[in-house]
Structures are given as C-alpha cells and as structure tokens.
T-cell receptor, first 110, second 109 residues
Framework: EPEVTQTPSHQVTQMGQEVILRCVPI?????FYWYRQILGQKVEFLVSFYNNEISEKSEIFDDQFSVERPDGSNFTLKIRSTKLEDSAMYFC????????FGPGTRLLVL | DAKTTQPTSMDCAEGRAANLPCNHS???????VYWYRQIHSQGPQYIIHGLKNNETNEMASLIITEDRKSSTLILPHATLRDTAVYYCIVRVAGGKLIFGQGTELSVKP
C-alpha cells in the first residue's frame, strides 16, 4: 500500500540554524500539506500546496517557513532560523481521494 | 477552531464495539465528516469519511444522523491496538484538516 514517507525521523538543531524537513508524498497525489504538533498539544495546520504553489497557510507559517517541491517527487519544509518554540513533530500529508499522513519528523531546537 | 465536539475520553472492553460520538451541529451542506486516529505521537491515520450516507470499510463504520448534526464512529470489535486518540473533523473536499482535542479511547483487557 502506498504511503507518505518523511526524513529524517528525528532532528536536533541549534537555535538560529536552518533545517529542511523532507517528505515523499504518494505518487499520484496532487495536494500536499504540512502540519505540526507541539508536545501535548493539538495537530495544527501549517500550509497546503497545490499546482506548485501555496494554496493556503496559517498564521504560524510566517516568513521563516517555506515549502518547495523541487523535483516532482519530494516536498520540503524549510525553517530558515529555528527558534526554541519550533520544537515539535512535523507531519507531511498528501491527498488524492483523502489525506494520508507521514510518520513525522521530531524536531528539537536547543 | 474545530467545528466538532467529542468526549474527552472513553473506555471500551476488548472485543466489544467501541462507539465514539461526535457533534457537528454547524456543519455545512458541502462539508464531509472525517475520522482520524493518532496512536502516541505517530502520524494521524485515516479511518473513514462520509457526507450523509452511512459508510463502512474494513476498519470501522460511520453513522451520520439524518440532519447531519452528529455522527458515531463504530469500531465493531475493539482490540488493544485500537487504543488511540480519535478525531472527528468536518471539512470541505480538498481543504485543510482542523484537529480538535479528540477522544482518548482506552481499550482494556
């Protein structure tokens, strides 16, 4: 069964560093999403992406965040200058008939 | 904010049916009811969705009331592996998912 994959599974970084989280969506899906979940809190929508552009973004998704689909298969989330409060699980999702989530990347900013 | 209301927690005996309720009294005509679950901090797992008819798949059944203001997810024979947080979400097709706090289901031996 096709699935969404994410790398790395865990990432530890220093505050102020750039991180890139990678996702491989399900191959025939056209809609892509990033969500995050701070420990003990709700899953929060960050951004949706369709037809090579952002279709919707939340207030969380400020200028420090960017998304890209560089090669037609990968879908990346970049955080330019990480802050302590960016520590969270980041989930990628892709959608064909419905949305399927990847296993997540646990980001820890020190 | 989430447009759904769910009980915070529920218990179910292993092997029995788990019936998880959800209220969505402000649902719009073009919004679907989706159910996902999350085990520990894993990625949310899709379970089932419906618009107005009842739906069944290999995981669960979804019963939607005629006025569409509430629904029930049924896990027919709950196992210990069904212990998770269950989210009821309403959304238009192709839109973002807005997660609430969900129902923490504990399946007990």
């Amino acid at each position: 069964e096709p699935e969404v994959t994410q790398t790395p599974s865990h990432q530890v970084t220093q505050m102020g560093q750039e991180v890139i989280l990678r996702c491989v969506p399900i191959s025939n899906h056209l809609y892509f999403y990033w969500y995050r979940q701070i420990l003990g809190q709700k899953v929060e929508f960050l951004v949706s992406f369709y037809n090579n552009e952002i279709s919707e973004k939340s207030e969380i998704f400020d200028d420090q965040f960017s998304v890209e689909r560089p090669d037609g298969s990968n879908f990346t989330l970049k955080i330019r200058s990480t802050k302590l409060e960016d520590s969270a699980m980041y989930f990628c999702a892709s959608e064909g008939e419905t949305q399927y989530f990847g296993p997540g990347t646990r980001l820890l900013v020190l | 904010d989430a447009k759904t209301t769910q009980p915070t927690s529920m218990d179910c005996a292993e092997g029995r049916a788990a019936n998880l309720p959800c209220n969505h009294s402000t649902i719009s005509g073009n919004e679907y009811v989706y159910w996902y679950r999350q085990i520990h901090s894993q990625g949310p797992q899709y379970i089932i969705h419906g618009l107005k008819n009842n739906e069944t798949n290999e995981m669960a059944s979804l019963i939607i009331t005629e006025d569409r203001k509430s629904s029930t997810l049924i896990l027919p024979h709950a196992t210990l592996r069904d212990t998770a947080v269950y989210y009821c979400i309403v959304r238009v097709a192709g839109g973002k998912l807005i997660f609430g706090q969900g129902t923490e289901l504990s399946v007990k031996p």
